[in-house]
């Protein structure tokens, strides 16, 4: 077997140890180093995993020489900062979503990554998740028919961040989905919400997308809700799936359900016949999407090939954030979303 990718994990907090976890069990990967700012949690995490280094800086990862690959798993304000000094110190890097708070510094983080042919990836999980793949798989091969429209609902009473509102910390995930069911950028984006815990910090958000063809899509955000809900609703000519993550087993459920259009129209309601089929609940392998998304950042590492979910990816989701997050405060107005300049393409 050829020789084990050096990684380091930055940031080990709540998510962040899951990662290191992660890196630490890997057949291809060695967990070289983890850093934090916080000593305390440094010193725990770096007790868990004899052997591995313990830095308190992120200067001490970018002039480790046995380390490849980093992994940003630091508050979101530090993303930039931190992927930026990685990226120009030659590592590999993959940041957790959102890649960026500023669609210009995800731009520039790609624009670097490019010039220096490094790896820059983003961690939108969900496009690791086995549901994911296989609803994208029935929408590519047609057994969906048209796609007419996608809704997500992750809502629950939750962790409340001070740092950044329910938009930033949520839709990144399900903006990823959408955007990678729907094989296309939207055209505008509408977003209304409300911080009623927290002035400033919206814990509540509906957005709204239209796309370049007629197909649109809604995002309901929410760590205010009396439900637990991580579902993605997509609706199709021929079928409807329905992906529901807090289902234990049965995450998707497929539904011969439609509306059919009978030959030549003479009345319009006369030629519409509702079909209530069979509902199908395919088997799912039931691999840990986020050891997935780990095991596929080791192989881009290696095999010198783009991330599924790479920088230009979370490029696109944080121009709908960005553009979610205008429309929010500017009572939701529709808010414009430009295509992706050519120079980081
Ligand atoms: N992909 C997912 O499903 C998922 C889930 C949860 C969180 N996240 C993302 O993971 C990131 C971390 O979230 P969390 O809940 O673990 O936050 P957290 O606050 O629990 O942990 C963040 C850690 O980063 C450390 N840190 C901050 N700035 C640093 C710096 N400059 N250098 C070194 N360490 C630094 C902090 O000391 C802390 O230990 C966020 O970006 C969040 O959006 C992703």
Not at 242 to 263: C, H, L, N, Q, W
Not at 272 to 299: A, Y
Not at 326 to 331: A, I, P, T
Request: aromatic share 6%; charged share 25%.
């Amino acid at each position: 077997m050829s020789e084990r990718i050096g990684i380091a994990v930055v940031g080990t907090g709540d998510w962040g140890a899951n990662l290191v976890r992660n890196f630490a069990n890997l057949p291809g990967a060695r967990l070289v180093a983890v850093c934090d700012a916080d000593a305390p949690r440094l010193a725990k995490t770096a007790a868990q995993y004899p052997g591995t280094k313990a830095y308190a800086d992120v200067a001490q990862v970018a002039a480790d020489a046995e380390i490849q690959g980093v992994v940003v798993a630091a508050s979101a304000p530090s993303h930039y900062p931190l992927a930026k000094a990685l990226l120009e110190a030659g590592k590999d890097v993959y940041v957790e979503k959102p890649i960026t708070l500023e669609v210009e510094h995800a731009e520039e983080l790609c624009r670097i990554a490019k010039q220096k042919n490094l790896i820059l990836m983003v961690g939108h999980l969900l496009l690791y998740h086995p549901a994911v793949t296989y609803m994208k798989k029935m929408i590519d091969d047609g057994t969906l028919g048209d796609l007419f429209y996608v809704y997500c609902q992750r809502v629950n009473l939750g962790k409340v961040r001070k740092d950044e509102n329910a938009l930033w910390s949520f839709a990144p995930h399900d903006l990823s989905v959408v955007l990678y069911l729907l094989g296309a950028e939207p055209v505008d984006v509408v977003a209304r919400g409300s911080d009623f815990l927290q002035k400033g910090v919206e814990d509540v958000v509906f957005v709204d997308l239209k796309f370049p063809n007629g197909k649109i899509a809604h995002v309901h955000v929410s760590w205010l809700d009396p439900h637990k809900l991580r579902k993605v609703t997509v609706v199709g000519s021929k079928k409807m799936v329905v992906f529901d993550d807090m289902d234990a087993s049965e995450k998707i459920r497929i539904y011969d359900k439609g509306v059919d259009r009978a030959g030549e129209v003479v009345s319009y309601g006369d030629a519409l016949t509702v079909r209530n089929g069979d509902i199908l609940i395919p088997k799912l392998s039931l691999q840990e999407p986020l050891r997935l998304e780990c095991t596929h950042f080791v192989d881009c590492i290696r095999d010198r090939k783009q991330p599924l979910t790479d920088g230009l990816d979370g490029l696109r989701v944080v121009k709908v954030l960005d553009a979610a997050q205008k429309s929010l405060k500017n009572g939701g107005t529709p808010v414009k979303i430009a295509p992706l300049p050519q120079e980081v393409r």
